[in-house]
């Protein structure tokens, strides 16, 4: 039987009451009916269909700010599983979503920086799109130059969780930034130092919070 079936089958047991069998409407354990049990009794999206929708509600001119960041939070949310993440590519969201990091809305690039360090986070195959994609110019960008603070600190994020253990990304981010950030021979880092890696970006996180824009 499947999992799902299987819960929602003993929610139904555990809330009947012991003489006539009928479901005890307003048991405090109803609430444990788990979202996976009712989808599978009702049919519900799949992660897939929740991500296609999320980036169709991102991009749509039609949907407004608080709702477009409702379906980033989502989105952000599905991509922690690896799976999701690399699923971005097969769906077709990675250009969309690599778009979205130079919205006018800064929550929006904030938003889209977030949901790119999560995808990317300890994933070869996410990176590589990350670096396809030419996202580490623009991610650097804003992590030196966006006027809000909260997306250079996502900026800075979402370049750690790409070039860690990802030589070529790193390589890329190397030849960009600023020697004195990067305080060694750019020849001399390798993505699987985490110290150096560590430092690199406490140098870039460092300089992004001094920053006085406008």
Same mark, same amino acid.
């Given at each position: 039987?499947?999992?799902?079936?299987?819960?929602?089958?003993?929610?139904?047991?555990?809330?009947?009451?012991?003489?006539?069998?009928?479901?005890?409407?307003?048991?405090?354990?109803?609430?444990?009916?788990?979202?996976?049990?009712?989808?599978?009794?009702?049919?519900?999206?799949?992660?897939?269909?929740?991500?296609?929708?999320?980036?169709?509600?991102?991009?749509?001119?039609?949907?407004?700010?608080?709702?477009?960041?409702?379906?980033?939070?989502?989105?952000?949310?599905?991509?922690?599983?690896?799976?999701?993440?690399?699923?971005?590519?097969i769906l077709g969201l990675w250009t969309p979503l690599v778009?979205? *990091?130079?919205? =006018?809305?800064?929550?929006? @690039?904030?938003? /889209? !920086?977030?949901?790119? &360090?999560?995808?990317?986070?300890?994933n070869p195959k996410a990176q590589e799109r990350l670096l396809?994609?030419?996202?580490?110019?623009?991610?650097?960008?804003?992590?030196?130059?966006?006027?809000?603070?909260?997306?250079?600190?996502?900026?800075?994020?979402?370049?750690?969780?790409?070039?860690?253990?990802?030589?070529?990304?790193?390589?890329?981010?190397?030849? *960009?930034?600023? =020697?004195?950030?990067?305080? @060694?021979?750019? /020849? !001399?880092?390798?993505? &699987?130092?985490?110290?150096?890696?560590?430092?690199?970006?406490?140098?870039?996180?460092?300089?992004?919070?001094?920053?006085?824009?406008?």
């Amino acid at each position: 039987m499947d999992p799902g079936m299987n819960h929602l089958l003993k929610w139904g047991i555990e809330n009947s009451d012991a003489s006539g069998g009928e479901p005890l409407a307003e048991s405090a354990s109803a609430n444990r009916l788990n979202a996976e049990a009712l989808a599978a009794l009702l049919g519900g999206p799949s992660d897939a269909e929740l991500m296609n929708a999320s980036m169709k509600a991102i991009t749509s001119a039609d949907v407004t700010l608080d709702n477009k960041l409702t379906a980033f939070d989502n989105l952000e949310q599905l991509v922690e599983t690896i799976d999701n993440a690399n699923n971005l590519e097969i769906l077709g969201l990675w250009t969309p979503l690599v778009q979205q *990091l130079q919205n =006018e809305e800064s929550e929006l @690039r904030r938003m /889209a !920086a977030w949901c790119i &360090g999560t995808a990317v986070q300890n994933n070869p195959k996410a990176q590589e799109r990350l670096l396809v994609l030419e996202a580490i110019p623009t991610l650097l960008n804003l992590a030196l130059s966006d006027p809000a603070p909260n997306v250079r600190q996502k900026a800075v994020y979402a370049l750690s969780s790409g070039v860690r253990n990802y030589q070529p990304s790193l390589n890329v981010l190397l030849r *960009l930034l600023p =020697e004195q950030l990067i305080g @060694r021979s750019a /020849a !001399a880092v390798d993505a &699987g130092d985490m110290g150096a890696i560590d430092q690199i970006m406490t140098n870039l996180r460092e300089r992004s919070k001094g920053l006085c824009l406008g």
